[in-house]
C-alpha cells in the first residue's frame, strides 16, 4: 500500500488558491453590495413615491384606492390615466391630435405622468435586478470560498 498527499484544493498551488479565494471574497462583498444598494434603490423610489400622496384611482382595472408606492400600484395608475386620456382625445395619442385641439395638453400631461411613473417602475426592476445578482454573486463567493480551503489541508490514501 503507498501513502500520497492529495492537496484539497484541486490541485491548486498555494498562490493560486490564494487568489481564488481572494475572488471569493471579493465575490461576497461584491454581493452585500449589490444586496444593499438595491434595497436602497427600492425603499428610496417606494418613499419618494409616497411622499406625492397618489393614490390609485377609483376606476382602475385592479388595485384601485391603493397608495402608489410599489411597481404595481404605479403601472395601475399609469393605465388608469392613459385610458382616461385615450376617452378625453377620442382614441388619439398627443402626436395625432391637431395642435389647436383643446384636449392637447391634458394628453400631454398625461403622457409625461406616465413616462414619471414607468421610470419609477424601471427603476423598482434594477433595483429587484440588482439584489437577485446580489445574492448569486454571494452565493457564488461563499462557494469558492468553501471549495477552497485557507491553507492546503493534505489527505492520506
Do not use: C
Not at 81 to 106: F, V
Not at 131 to 150: H, K, N, R, Y
Amino acid at each position: 500500500m503507498t501513502t500520497s498527499t492529495i492537496p484539497a484544493t484541486f490541485g491548486l498551488s498555494t498562490g493560486k488558491a490564494g487568489m481564488v479565494r481572494l475572488v471569493g471574497v471579493l465575490g461576497m462583498i461584491g454581493g452585500i453590495l449589490l444586496l444593499v444598494v438595491g434595497g436602497l434603490g427600492y425603499g428610496t423610489v417606494s418613499s419618494q413615491l409616497g411622499e406625492e400622496n397618489i393614490t390609485v384611482a377609483e376606476d382602475a382595472s385592479f388595485l384601485a384606492g391603493a397608495p402608489v408606492v410599489g411597481p404595481f400600484s404605479a403601472f395601475a395608475q399609469a393605465d388608469i390615466i392613459n385610458h382616461r386620456a385615450m376617452k378625453a382625445s377620442g382614441g388619439k395619442t398627443y402626436a395625432q391630435l391637431e395642435q389647436d385641439d383643446p384636449t392637447r395638453p391634458t394628453v400631454m400631461t398625461a403622457s409625461l405622468l406616465r413616462a414619471s411613473l414607468f421610470t419609477s417602475i424601471l427603476a423598482f426592476g434594477v433595483s429587484v435586478f440588482a439584489t437577485a445578482i446580489g445574492v448569486l454573486v454571494g452565493l457564488f463567493g461563499w462557494s469558492i470560498l468553501t471549495l477552497v480551503p485557507a491553507r492546503s489541508k493534505t489527505t492520506t490514501v
